[in-house]
């Protein structure tokens, strides 16, 4: 099992980007798939997820209205795409993956960063 994430990289304050998460090895449906963030000297923060069945999705407030979440099955590829990005919005991004039936997040990528300049 194995999760690739690409599409960080250098942004101005206003612009956008949109995050990757290319899965192997595994059945999609049976997972829950969330984004996490984490900036230097800061706790990871959980930034959105999907659900596996019904996919309901979840934001973080400091994100509502700027971020969505979706997933590709055919493409077995979860994507985060990030609109309006803040200078606060600046951290390396992990995708991670939640068995169907567990409560936690046992799949994670290998992060990319994301910086927004002012």
């Known amino acids: 099992v194995q999760l690739q994430a690409s599409g960080g990289g250098l942004v101005q304050a206003g612009g956008s980007l949109r995050l990757s998460c290319r899965t192997s090895?595994?059945?999609?449906?049976?997972?829950?798939v969330g984004w996490f963030r984490q900036a230097p000297e800061k706790e990871r923060e959980g930034v959105s997820c999907m659900s596996a069945d019904d996919g309901t999705e979840y934001y973080v407030d400091s994100v509502k209205g700027r971020f969505t979440i979706s997933r590709d099955k055919q493409k077995n590829t979860v994507y985060l795409q990030m609109n309006n990005l803040k200078p606060e919005d600046s951290a390396v991004y992990y995708c991670a993956l939640r068995r169907v039936g567990r409560s936690d997040y046992s799949v994670w990528g290998q992060g990319t960063q994301v910086t927004v300049s002012s």
């Open positions: 090895g595994l059945t999609l449906d049976r997972y829950a």
